[in-house]
């Protein structure tokens, strides 16, 4: 199963791709850049900075908490907290997951699926998109045209 994230609410199809790695499918996502989250860019950081200013002085990678600021990092995250990892079925389900920033040469084949009900209709403004937060923490650059 290949999901194409452009403009979907990142959330929903992150709670859509859960439900299909319970069931047993492999599901590759890909675009996740361009899935938004429905709320403006400064709205989202005061949200996340608590959690992304919690670190050790000891030895911060490995006793720091994992904060994922790509993409794909962010999206896999949001996957996982809605999987039952510490049970063996999930486990199973979030190794069946791949996600994927544009669109890899071999899915290039398979036709992506947009589910309606994840798509974002609310007005430009108020979104964000995972790369414009990737750009913000610094992980992407993004090359206006």
Do not use: C
């Not at 675009?31 to 938004?36: F, P, R, W």
């Not at 994927?100 to 992506?112: D, K, M, N, R, T």
């Amino acid at each position: 199963m290949v999901l194409d994230a452009t403009g979907a609410i990142e959330g929903r199809l992150a709670s859509v791709t859960a439900k299909a790695l319970v069931e047993g499918k492999k599901v590759a996502v890909v675009n996740v850049e361009k899935a938004v989250i429905s709320k403006p860019i400064d709205s989202v950081v005061k949200w996340l900075q608590p959690w992304y200013g919690i670190h050790s002085w000891i030895n911060p990678r490995r006793y720091s908490p994992r904060k994922y600021m790509t993409p794909e990092g962010y999206f896999r995250t949001s996957v996982r907290n809605m999987l039952p990892i510490d049970q063996m079925k999930g486990r199973e389900a979030y190794k069946r997951l791949r996600v994927y920033e544009g669109v890899p040469q071999e899915l290039s084949s398979f036709v992506a699926e947009k589910k309606e009900e994840v798509l974002w209709h609310g007005k430009e403004g108020h979104s964000t998109t995972l790369l414009e937060l990737a750009a913000y923490y610094g992980r992407k650059r993004v090359e206006h045209a």
